[in-house]
């Protein structure tokens, strides 16, 4: 170095840096010094104290080993020329046996050779002798993701923080995309969660089971939560069609179904209920129907269903064209359970194909679940007056209506029950 003595410093700093790492600039220093002022306790003066010099620290380089062997030949034709022993992927590959094996997948600049489109030749800040931390450094390719993440409202934890090599293999792979696994396992390695609850589930949503979570999901960056691929009920009418079908043709349509909140009463994953529900179905439908709980929790006489939860008995939950969501017409309905006793009926009582009509079908203070007192159900149909010119009725003071009439059928049009005179 003693060449160097007489030269200007513009001149040294060239060929040092040649040489050597870490050579300051003309006039620079290695060492930081800061200053800052301290107050003096005598007379509350600003007093400027510099502190001791602060070495820099350079983060620790990660070098090839033949680089600091200073075994230049093991790359170059020979220590003297730049120029290598062959193209740059055949001598990278000629220490680098590792990637023999035949794959499905290669990543492009990985099978063209061009090594140095990712690595240093001889030494990196960055593991792996990176050209830059491989979040950016992929960044300088796939702009695209890198843009769309920009503008994304939820973004997945290992690519917002420039993970990449946690789920792709930067040269080649036997998966789609370059995957370290298939895409089910992969996810299971940080959601082991959703792996034990699906293990341990009596019911799994056919996908999730499959591990073919990108059938849902995003694997990058997503506008919706969950990064899933649409809103819920859209992305659930991708593989439900005869749902969104019925929903179009119904009269009568859920509220959470219409609104595409399926996850409301589904569980997307997995479930120990049918239908994947989140809760038995009678829990489920009081966490929205809290009146129809209270109701029947505080009446004398209940439908054996709605006490036992069993909503879906009588209910579709998703649409129909019966208010109520009704499965069916109520008289049609009922016969599911009860003896349809109008088939060989002579003569039916006018409302009797609306058993709704009489009775509460959850619950009710009155026996055989009458909507109210006997007496006064009749009269909303028979007014006081009419039953007065009935001659018959002068001897009923007292008396029920069901004393005398059937309340359903009869073998007469009045309805009367065996063993009372006419009239």
Not at 9 to 25: C, N, R, S, Y
Not at 189 to 200: G, M, S, Y
Not at 375 to 398: I, M, S, W
């Amino acid at each position: 170095m003693i060449v160097l003595a007489g030269c200007r410093t513009e001149t040294k700093q060239k060929w040092l840096t040649f040489f050597f790492d870490g050579v300051p600039a003309p006039g620079a220093t290695n060492v930081l010094v800061t200053a800052q002022p301290i107050r003096s306790a005598s007379n509350n003066t600003a007093v400027v104290q510099t502190p001791a010099p602060v070495l820099l620290q350079r983060p620790p380089l990660n070098i090839h080993p033949p680089y600091a062997k200073r075994d230049c030949t093991a790359c170059h034709e020979s220590q003297f020329s730049q120029k290598m022993q062959g193209k740059p992927g055949e001598v990278c590959f000629n220490c680098h046996t590792n990637f023999a094996a035949p794959v499905k997948v290669k990543h492009q600049p990985f099978e063209n050779g061009e090594c140095t489109a990712c690595h240093q030749p001889h030494k990196s800040e960055q593991k792996k002798l990176l050209l830059k931390p491989d979040g950016k450094l992929c960044a300088d390719c796939h702009e695209d993701v890198q843009q769309q993440l920009a503008k994304a409202k939820v973004k997945h934890q290992p690519v917002e923080n420039g993970e990449c090599i946690s789920c792709h293999d930067p040269h080649q792979s036997d998966q789609k995309k370059l995957l370290l696994k298939p895409d089910g396992k992969l996810c299971a390695d940080c959601h082991e969660d959703v792996q034990q609850q699906l293990a341990k589930a009596k019911v799994k949503h056919q996908p999730v089971e499959n591990g073919e979570c990108l059938s849902c999901h995003f694997a990058h960056q997503s506008d919706q939560k969950k990064l899933l691929l649409k809103p819920d009920g859209k992305l659930c009418a991708e593989c439900h069609e005869d749902v969104q079908q019925q929903l179009a043709k119904a009269k009568v349509k859920h509220q959470p179904v219409e609104n595409g909140e399926c996850l409301s009463c589904h569980s997307p994953h997995q479930s120990d209920q049918k239908k994947l529900l989140a809760k038995p179905d009678g829990q489920l439908c009081f966490d929205c129907h809290e009146d129809v709980q209270k109701n029947i929790a505080a009446a004398k006489v209940k439908h054996q269903p709605a006490e036992g939860g069993e909503c879906l008995a009588c209910h579709n939950p998703h649409a129909t064209d019966t208010k109520g969501l009704v499965k069916k017409t109520a008289a049609t309905l009922c016969w599911d359970c009860h003896d349809n006793f109008l088939e060989k009926a002579k003569f039916k009582h006018d409302v009797v194909e609306d058993c709704t009509a009489c009775h509460n079908p959850h619950q009710s203070g009155e026996g055989k679940l009458l909507k109210q007192d006997l007496g006064k159900l009749c009269g909303e149909c028979h007014e006081e007056k009419d039953l007065k010119a009935v001659k018959g009725h002068a001897r009923a003071e007292g008396k029920t209506c069901m004393g005398c009439h059937e309340p359903h059928t009869g073998q007469d049009k009045f309805l009367l029950k065996a063993g009372v005179p006419p009239g």
